[in-house]
């Protein structure tokens, strides 16, 4: 960033009041679906009341749910830390 501009006018941008419509920026580098996002999606798509209960399923339907949630977005090892399923298994399922 500061070989785009000086520290000083860094400075001056930091601590220049924003207008009265604007409080606040938004900024987030990270594109991940939090735990709520995946819950929700398993909850309202797959009528799981807690994405343990994934465990329970069929091997078929488990790995049906598995491979859609991914496409849905979630990562392999966020999906192995909130279903209780290894990510070895999680990761054999999607090479098929």
């Known amino acids: ?3 785009r501009i000086t520290l000083d006018n860094l400075k001056e941008l930091v601590d220049e009041t ?3 419509d604007i409080t ?3 900024y987030t580098t990270d ?3 939090a735990d709520d996002d995946i819950r929700q999606y398993l909850r309202g798509h797959w009528h799981l009341e807690h994405p343990t209960d994934l465990q329970k399923k ?3 339907d488990r790995n049906e749910i598995l491979i859609e949630a ?3 977005g979630a990562p392999l090892r966020q999906l192995s ?3 209780g399923i290894s990510y070895g298994v999680i ?4 090479a098929k």
């Not at 990761?91 to 999607?94: G, L, T, W």
Request: aromatic share 4%; glycine share 4%.
């Open 1 to 3: 960033m500061l070989k």
């Open 18 to 20: 924003l207008d009265g």
């Open 24 to 26: 606040d920026v938004e």
């Open 31 to 33: 594109d991940r679906l």
């Open 58 to 60: 069929e091997k078929t």
């Open 70 to 72: 991914i496409q849905y």
């Open 81 to 83: 830390r909130l279903t």
């Open 91 to 94: 990761q054999r399922i999607m």
